[in-house]
């Protein structure tokens, strides 16, 4: 079954505690992305990765980070920076850059 | 596509009858267009796409429409189900662009 998976589908974070969310495709993709959904509102983008060691700061990266150390994964950390985390994030990858994107099932992030 | 705040635009329909959900994009350039569909609580999913080379195509149970000349872009869905009710947005990209922009969608009920 070819797809990607984020977990966990649920997270809480306390004050000024990091975490980290998890994306994984099997597709082979090249590409992968995070995206913050907040009611009512577009994707906004908060990092994508082209390539493999590669990553890029979209447009609301700040307090948030990645690493693309193998291809199938791209996990994001939300750190103790990012004062209003409360959101639904998605994980996508393409084939390239200029490719249809698809997404993962998403984790919904809640501070306690 | 572009931010409406909180509250989506909404599309009633019958069970049975045609929907057409509407999208207006924001840059000229554009050359690459997606329709996703988002149900409560999941990622999105794929649905159709189109290149600006084209004005029209088909998938099963669903068309795009494109008009460049008023970057207008609509999605028919034919004989709507109770199970097309959710979230549909659109998404533009354009080659040698580096991002996605995704719009925030329409929010479809389909009453049985």
């Known amino acids: 079954d070819g797809g990607i998976t984020q977990s966990p589908k649920y997270l809480f974070r306390k004050e000024g505690q990091n975490v980290t969310l998890s994306c994984e495709q099997n597709?082979?993709?090249?590409?992968m992305y995070w995206y913050r959904q907040d009611p009512g509102q577009g994707l906004r983008l908060i990092y994508y990765s082209q390539i493999v060691n590669d990553f890029q700061k979209g447009d609301i990266a700040e307090g948030y980070s990645v690493s693309r150390e193998k291809k199938e994964s791209f996990p994001l950390t939300v750190t103790s920076a990012q004062k209003n985390p409360t959101a639904f994030y998605l994980c996508?990858?393409?084939?390239?850059?200029?490719?249809?994107?698809?997404f993962g099932p998403g984790t919904r992030l809640l501070v306690l | 596509g572009e931010s409406v705040g909180l509250h989506l635009p909404t599309l009633s329909v019958q069970e049975g009858d045609n929907s057409i959900i509407n999208c207006a994009y924001s840059?000229?350039?554009?050359?690459?267009f997606i329709w996703y569909k988002q149900e409560s609580g999941k990622g999105p999913q794929f649905i159709i796409d189109i290149r600006s080379n084209m004005d029209k195509r088909q998938g099963q149970r669903v068309t795009v429409l494109l008009n460049k000349t008023v970057k207008h872009l609509s999605l028919q869905i034919a004989a709507t189900q109770p199970g097309d009710s959710a979230v549909y947005f659109c998404?533009?990209?354009?080659?040698?662009?580096?991002?996605?922009?995704f719009g925030a969608g329409t929010r479809l009920f389909v009453k049985a």
């Open positions: 840059n000229s350039a554009s050359d690459y």
């Open positions: 998404a533009e990209s354009y080659t040698g662009g580096f991002k996605t922009i």
């Open positions: 996508a990858s393409s084939q390239g850059r200029e490719e249809t994107q698809y």
């Open positions: 597709l082979n993709h090249d590409a």
